[in-house]
């Protein structure tokens, strides 16, 4: 659908266009907002020089880098807010300036930002191999000063071409699974309730889903070509052997962090974040009244809630013994989970006892090296990360089951309202009652173990895979595959635990955007 405002910013694309081959637009700080929203603007404060016109005659086919001049003397946003200039140049007529395309932000229910392009202002000599580099670092394109494809744009261009597809290699989607479930389960039965009851947790047990391949420490030599670069998940044996953590006992955990006080999530029936009608939450109606209708709009999903879990901070001693009763049913009702928490920040010491990858380390930027603990009996629901993960199974198994972010408007890809569980400890009872100004990015509406075809009609051509990791098993899950991770407890130890090393991804996208497809993240542009 095109809005006005849409037919506007084509209009002044057209314009800018039509300028640009005589001499440059100006842009007020209007036109830059608008151009932003999804374009990189690259202007001058100055005259257009020569050089400044060859360069612009480079980026003539690329469609979202729009040239353009500025007055830069008294340039404020329209809100009358200052751009962030570099100081050092401002009130210079001859910069060279790159307003880059906005991200935009849907964290918030309430209010929608509006966010301002960041400014980087060209520092080097003006020539037009330094402007080239500069625009095409910027901007993220890939052009060579005489206007081709750079190599790494070839290489990019490969690389997108060859992304992994489980779609490839298997021939069973949901629908199919769905359908094969149904025959079996009601194969004789002609009560179609019993039938339907019976076949929402066979779902899963009764067809062949293709396995993740598995690999061996010793091969990963390419692990950069065979799998990060084509985002392709993999099992790693072995590449543990050296860890040691297996000193990671309950009594060393009571002996070293007993007192340490921990940030505990909190479920009644061991799903994390889940999604559920809104109308199961106190006061909705007026929660719902309360969200911008501008923003309601944007919502595919307004009935629904992602259900956080319910917090509680405890000592560590504590937590154990509560995993504990749960594992051995004194406490029912009840699951207790050590989620994602900072080895860094809660446990220091343990970075020790576990070593990065080896064929990783150097190559992306570690953002996380999180810790995971609970009885063994949780169930993280359908979601993505925007990271590249190195999931390392220290105790227990985890079932995890991926769909690839080809797949990304088959799991329906949205932001989704969050609302978070309360935990009364005296009468020991969840109320729903907290909804959230927050939205969930990550989460699919889709439950993929009781799918709704009716409503998510799509999910029955999406492909699942299953990597399923035992003690020792490392699965690299790459960022934006979409994961359903079901644990299990050890059965000498009752317990499931883990750590993971979320690294800035090297393939990345927009979110959530169904459309947008995976790109390379333009901070690895050296490794192409
Ligand atoms: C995988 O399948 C898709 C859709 O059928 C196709 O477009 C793509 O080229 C295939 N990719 C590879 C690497 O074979
Ligand atoms: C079961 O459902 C099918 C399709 O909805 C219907 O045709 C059939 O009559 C039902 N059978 C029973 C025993 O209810
Ligand atoms: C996934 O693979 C594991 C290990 O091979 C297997 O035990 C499990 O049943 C599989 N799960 C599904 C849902 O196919
Ligand atoms: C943990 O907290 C409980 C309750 O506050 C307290 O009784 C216990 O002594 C604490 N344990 C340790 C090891 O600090
Ligand atoms: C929410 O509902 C409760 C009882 O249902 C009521 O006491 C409370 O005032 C309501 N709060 C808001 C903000 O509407
Ligand atoms: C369950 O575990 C707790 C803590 O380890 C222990 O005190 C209790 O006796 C156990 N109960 C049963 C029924 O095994
Ligand atoms: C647990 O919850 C279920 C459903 O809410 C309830 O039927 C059952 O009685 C509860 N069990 C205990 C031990 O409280």
Redesign the pocket.
């Known amino acids: 659908m095109i809005t006005v405002q849409h037919l506007v910013q084509i209009i002044i694309l057209v314009v800018v266009r039509i300028c640009n081959s005589k001499s440059a637009a100006v842009f007020s700080p209007a036109d830059i907002l608008m151009i932003a929203k999804d374009n990189c603007a690259v202007v001058t404060t100055g005259e257009i020089n020569e050089v400044i016109r060859h360069v612009s005659s480079i980026f003539n086919t690329e469609d979202n880098v729009v040239f353009g001049r500025i007055n830069v003397d008294g340039f404020l946003w329209p809100d009358k807010t200052e751009p962030k200039f570099n100081n050092k140049f401002r009130n210079k007529h001859d910069r060279i300036i790159i307003f880059q395309k906005v991200v935009k932000d849907r964290s918030c229910l309430h209010k929608i930002p509006e966010l301002k392009p960041n400014i980087i202002e060209f520092e080097a000599t003006v020539t037009i191999e330094n402007l080239v580099n500069f625009i095409n670092e910027h901007c993220f394109t890939y052009k060579s000063t005489d206007g081709s494809l750079s190599f790494e744009g070839l290489h990019r261009l490969e690389i997108l071409r060859t992304l992994h597809h489980v779609e490839n290699i298997s021939n069973l989607n949901m629908g199919k699974m769905y359908e094969d479930s149904q025959t079996l389960t009601c194969a004789g039965s002609h009560d179609n309730n019993s039938c339907h009851s019976s076949n929402e947790h066979n779902l899963f047990r009764l067809s062949k889903i293709p396995e993740c391949e598995r690999i061996k420490m010793e091969d990963p030599m390419n692990f950069f070509h065979e799998y990060l670069k084509i985002s392709k998940p993999v099992i790693i044996e072995g590449a543990m052997e050296k860890w040691k953590s297996y000193k990671w006992t309950e009594k060393f955990f009571r002996k070293h962090y007993g007192k340490k006080e921990v940030h505990i999530k909190l479920t009644s029936g061991g799903d994390y974040e889940g999604v559920e009608s809104v109308s199961l939450w106190e006061n909705y109606t007026a929660f719902s009244d309360n969200i911008p209708l501008e923003v309601k709009l944007q919502l595919k999903f307004p009935d629904l809630v992602v259900v956080r879990p319910a917090t509680l901070n405890m000592n560590f001693s504590q937590f154990l013994?509560l995993i504990?009763?749960i594992s051995?049913q004194?406490v029912n009702n009840l699951s207790a989970y050590l989620e994602y928490s900072s080895i860094r920040e809660y446990f220091p010491e343990l970075e020790n006892d576990i070593e990065e990858m080896s064929f990783i380390q150097g190559l992306l930027n570690l953002n996380h090296l999180n810790i995971w603990l609970s009885d063994g009996n949780t169930l993280g629901k359908t979601h993505f990360d925007p990271y590249d993960n190195f999931l390392c199974q220290i105790s227990g198994k985890k079932e995890v089951i991926l769909f690839d972010p080809h797949d990304n408007s088959r799991l329906y890809e949205a932001h989704i309202p969050e609302a978070i569980l309360s935990y009364n400890k005296e009468e020991k009872i969840f109320k729903r009652k907290e909804l959230a100004e927050s939205t969930s990015l990550v989460m699919s509406p889709v439950d993929i173990l009781k799918p709704d075809f009716k409503r998510f009609p799509k999910f029955a051509d999406a492909y699942p895979l299953n990597c399923t990791i035992d003690a020792g098993d490392v699965l690299f899950i790459p960022a934006f595959w979409w994961h359903e991770v079901q644990s299990y407890p050890s059965k000498s130890e009752h317990r499931n635990l883990a750590v993971n090393f979320w690294y800035e991804p090297f393939l990345t996208k927009e979110f959530p955007c169904q459309d947008c497809p995976l790109d390379i993240n333009p901070n690895y542009r050296h490794l192409l």
């Open positions: 013994d504990n009763l051995n004194t």
